[in-house]
């Protein structure tokens, strides 16, 4: 399912501070060379994450899927001068090419990368949380929003990508684990008293929470 018409899509790019060099050489690298470049975050997402970022100044960020480390270096442009992100990937080669990226921008001294299952590392990091972003498999997201959220500090916030999974949550029924897993996280999401939300009908549909 087309979510967002691609007349919009570049409107809006096109209204919107135009990317960094490094974040740009990131996009084409990963749309030429990697089998999965949807998984990118892109230009209007990601001038988004990089808003939030700022808006909240946090001093620890969690990113649970690093992926090429586009996302990750839109959060550290937030970060308070002692501020520091973790970000967690499990497949090795997208974490060292992830890592090459941060090692060349501004940030790199404030990215901590973690790779391996989120599920074990996330309980190892002594942190309290001011932001956490979940963007990894689908099938892990009510165990990370659950291993994440005693650790967020009172009205801090926890974002989730891709909660319309290509259109497929939106669905009674959806086909494929992945996309009944996001259905079903949406639904636990959408069923707690303890968190405020609002989904936003961004790229693949991201959850704003915060919590109370």
Wanted: proline residues 4%.
């Amino acid at each position: 399912m087309e979510l967002i018409h691609p007349d919009v899509e570049s409107y809006a790019a096109a209204l919107s501070s135009p990317e960094e060099a490094l974040l740009e050489e990131i996009s084409v690298f990963t749309s030429q060379h990697h089998r999965e470049p949807h998984m990118l975050s892109g230009h209007v997402q990601g001038k988004l994450l990089q808003m939030i970022s700022h808006l909240l100044q946090p001093r620890r960020i969690l990113e649970i899927g690093t992926f090429t480390g586009y996302s990750a270096l839109c959060l550290a442009s937030g970060l308070v001068p002692d501020g520091v992100l973790h970000t967690i990937e499990l497949r090795e080669a997208d974490a060292q090419l992830a890592r090459h990226f941060f090692d060349r921008s501004l940030y790199g001294s404030k990215i901590i990368s973690h790779q391996g299952a989120a599920a074990e590392i996330i309980p190892t990091l002594n942190e309290t949380w001011d932001l956490v972003f979940i963007d990894a498999d689908k099938t892990g997201y009510v165990e990370y929003f659950n291993l994440v959220l005693p650790a967020v500090r009172q009205n801090g916030f926890i974002l989730a990508d891709n909660i319309f999974f290509h259109g497929e949550a939106l669905k009674e029924e959806p086909s494929g684990k992945s996309a009944r897993a996001i259905r079903t996280f949406n639904d636990y999401i959408r069923s707690r008293a303890d968190i405020d939300k609002v989904a936003l009908t961004i790229r693949d549909g991201l959850y704003l929470i915060r919590k109370l």
